[in-house]
């Protein structure tokens, strides 16, 4: 069975999507322990091919230990076609990654959201209209399939860019992250705060069971 994927986007791959996708991974290892590799996939890619191979930017691998998170081993990638073929969800820094992913599959268009925008619809789901995780591979599978359908939905189905080039109004201009490559320590803090404000909710929703409560989960201390 394969595990429930999702794709993190930016542009050169060492800030921001790697951010999202090592504390995305934290926030599901913190819910399912050592079940997180059956389960589920965190991983991600840049649109440019400018930093390929490298280490995460160092300010980007201070935040994330000092979350808890661990940078080793992350070198960065360029995305590629088989990359969203594979994800069932896949997470853009900003609206232009979205056109970006599109433009190499246009039908990725229903699982394909800027990372702020699938954080806010998420915060208005209803946890009901999920099957309910049982905590085995296909539970958790069916339910992330489940949520990305509801959140798609609920904005009106389709992402933000379509086949014409024209910008739809479904994400807002604020759902974008910053790029804080060449900052202060503090403004990628900032970033991380935002990326956490989407994926600690979003790893509560993927493992909770059907009635629970969809409230963002603090983070620990």
Not at 55 to 79: E, H, I, K, V, Y
Not at 136 to 155: F, N
Not at 174 to 202: Q, S
Request: glycine residues 10%.
């Amino acid at each position: 069975m394969t595990p429930f994927t999702v794709l993190h986007v930016c542009v050169g791959n060492i800030c921001r999507s790697p951010m999202a996708e090592r504390l995305f991974a934290l926030a599901l290892r913190r819910r399912v322990g050592d079940d997180l590799d059956k389960l589920y996939l965190s991983h991600g890619a840049g649109t440019g091919s400018w930093h390929v191979g490298e280490p995460m930017n160092a300010p980007a691998a201070r935040q994330l230990t000092s979350r808890g998170g661990d940078p080793r081993g992350f070198r960065a990638r360029r995305l590629t076609e088989r990359m969203i073929d594979v994800s069932d969800l896949v997470l853009c820094a900003t609206a232009q990654q979205v056109r970006d992913v599109l433009e190499l599959r246009p039908d990725a268009a229903h699982k394909t959201f800027v990372l702020g925008e699938f954080g806010r619809l998420l915060a208005d789901l209803d946890p009901r209209v999920l099957p309910h995780n049982d905590g085995s591979p296909q539970a958790a599978s069916d339910r992330g399939r489940a949520l990305v359908v509801a959140v798609d939905a609920a904005r009106g189905g389709g992402a933000v860019w379509g086949s014409d080039g024209q910008r739809r109004a479904r994400s807002r201009r604020e759902d974008d992250l910053d790029d804080p490559w060449g900052m202060a320590d503090r403004e990628f803090a900032r970033v991380a705060d935002e990326i956490e404000r989407t994926v600690l909710p979003l790893a509560h929703a993927l493992t909770e069971s059907a009635d629970s409560r969809l409230e963002p989960p603090g983070r620990p201390g």
